[in-house]
């Protein structure tokens, strides 16, 4: 049992080393989804507040990201939220695939399932919590972007066979 402990142990230690590198890509200002889409500062807020630790090529880290395996946690979050959408390259996003994004934030506002609950762990990120006032807020904001030109490709591709 001792001797399971030290390998457990070393193993934890070792695993410290293995570290995954930190995002913090150049950002082009000018193509922030803040800077195109000037929202009212209380949107704004919220908006780096509670949207772009993870959405961002920019996020903030807090101390435990020096922790594995939590950054290794932390980092695989951060680059599948940023496949969905990164609100720092909003402005060269085209199209229906921008429509998308702002369709499925005002979904996500709706259902209320941003910020992920994980965020909250351990009492981290309180100024994040969005009440309903400001989860509508969100939603507004977020359908006030939509032109519905993802509604009209998603119909052209299920006409088409490409998707269910």
């Not at 994040?128 to 989860?135: D, H, I, S, V």
Request: net charge negative.
């Amino acid at each position: 049992m001792k001797k399971a402990l030290y390998i457990l142990l070393a193993i934890i230690i070792i695993a410290q080393f293995i570290r995954p590198s930190r995002i913090a890509e150049p950002v082009d200002p000018a193509m922030d989804m803040i800077a195109v889409t000037k929202p009212d500062a209380e949107v704004a807020q919220m908006l780096r507040t509670s949207c772009y630790d993870c959405h961002s090529g920019q996020p903030r880290y807090p101390w435990y990201f020096a922790i594995t395996p939590v950054n290794w946690w932390m980092n695989d979050h951060i680059e599948e939220a940023r496949e969905h959408f990164d609100a720092t390259t909003w402005g060269s996003v085209e199209g229906y695939a921008r429509d998308h994004q702002a369709k499925d934030g005002m979904e996500e506002m709706d259902k209320k399932e941003m910020p992920i609950s994980e965020y909250f762990y351990l009492g981290r990120h309180a100024e994040a919590k969005l009440t309903e006032a400001q989860y509508s807020k969100l939603s507004a904001y977020f359908e006030s972007l939509r032109d519905g030109s993802w509604d009209i490709e998603k119909a052209r591709r299920k006409a088409a066979g490409e998707i269910k």
